[in-house]
Nanobody, 122 residues
Framework: QAQLVESGGGLVQAGDSLRLSCTAS???????HGWFRQAPGKEREFVAA????????DYADSVKGRFTISRSSTKDTIYLQMNSLTPDDTAVYYC????????????????WGQGTRVTVSS
């Protein structure tokens, strides 16, 4: 059973918006959830993360002010609202869960989704 399932990726134009969703299984309840991305030929990088309560978000400098991470009232869905997209945002976006503590390093996270592709054309 997949612990995290992403959806919402697609092909958009520069300046457009897109919202990604991540449905989390019960196994990741209480966890710190986040989004990472990996562009072709590049390492996976941190994008944003949110506490279980939803009250505290953390953002990479490259997306601060453009992306917003949030959590549903039932806490089992994590969203990434992406505005003012640029071609540099093109990547496969992954949802992840960290069972204890916070980190921006991909190696520290416990569960990963299969990824959803976002392509931004110029």
């Amino acid at each position: 059973q997949a612990q995290l399932v992403e959806s919402g990726g697609g092909l958009v134009q520069a300046g457009d918006s897109l919202r990604l969703s991540c449905t989390a299984s019960a196994r990741t309840y209480g966890a710190y959830h986040g989004w990472f991305r990996q562009a072709p030929g590049k390492e996976r990088e941190f994008v944003a993360a949110i506490t279980w309560s939803g009250s505290d978000g953390d953002y990479a400098d490259s997306v601060k002010g453009r992306f917003t991470i949030s959590r549903s009232s039932t806490k089992d869905t994590i969203y990434l609202q992406m505005n003012s997209l640029t071609p540099d945002d093109t990547a496969v976006y992954y949802c992840a869960a960290k069972l204890a503590g916070r980190s921006r390093s991909p190696n520290d996270w416990n569960y990963w989704g299969q990824g959803t592709r976002v392509t931004v054309s110029s």
